[in-house]
């Protein structure tokens, strides 16, 4: 499976590592592209450097994965996830800013997380964004309900309790087994209701 995986400014560098990490374990072909806000919340909640190199982040953050990781400049236009004509089973945002959000429900296209996630909508393939902004203004209600009919899945990270969650790792594995879930690949991550 080829899957793109935008990673954003907003606050969830854990549930995008944790992606990460599942996605290559499922064996998938991964294009990563991460904002300049998405380098520094990566930075800042996984590594507690908010001044870490761009590099630096993005090689801890692909890690063993480099083999099925490519990474793609957020102004890279001519990557294959910029195009309608490569074939690409689906796409993350994770985290997704609720910038990201204004712009693509504005049908606006300012780098590659824009258009790769734009493309997903034109061409009717999978889209999960996964945002964690909170409260939402009527704003962000509105840019999510746009992009939801336009045919995104709205993922929002709020992980639940009723599986018996006993560390933040289970919490985090909850919202990425659901997003896993939504772009059709098999996981253990978490106990099925009613199993």
């Known amino acids: 499976m080829r899957v793109f995986l935008g990673v954003t400014g907003a606050s969830g ?3 995008a590592s944790r992606l990460l990490q599942s996605l290559a374990g499922a064996g998938c072909e991964i294009g ?9 919340v990566l930075a800042t909640e996984l590594y507690r450097e908010p001044g870490l190199q761009r590099d630096e982040v993005l090689r801890r953050f692909v890690g063993d994965a480099s083999d099925q990781v490519t ?3 957020i102004d890279d236009w001519s990557s294959p996830y910029a195009s309608g004509s490569a074939k690409v089973d689906a796409y993350v945002v994770c985290p ?18 824009h258009r790769a996630a734009s493309v997903a909508l034109k061409e009717r393939r999978r889209l999960v964004l996964v945002p964690r902004e909170t409260p939402l203004s009527s704003i962000h209600l509105r840019g999510l309900a746009t992009l939801h009919e336009a045919g995104a899945v709205i993922l929002l990270a709020a992980p639940g309790f009723y599986h018996g969650a006993e560390t933040v790792e289970d919490l985090v594995d909850f919202v990425v087994a659901r997003a896993l879930d939504q772009i059709g690949i098999d996981n253990s991550l978490i106990a099925r209701w009613g199993s």
Not at 96 to 113: K, P, R
């Open 13 to 15: 560098a854990p549930y």
């Open 32 to 40: 990563l592209c991460a904002s300049s806000a998405g380098i520094e």
């Open 71 to 73: 990474v793609y400049a």
């Open 96 to 113: 997704c800013s609720m910038s990201t959000v204004g712009t693509l429900a504005a049908g606006a296209m300012a780098n590659l997380i």
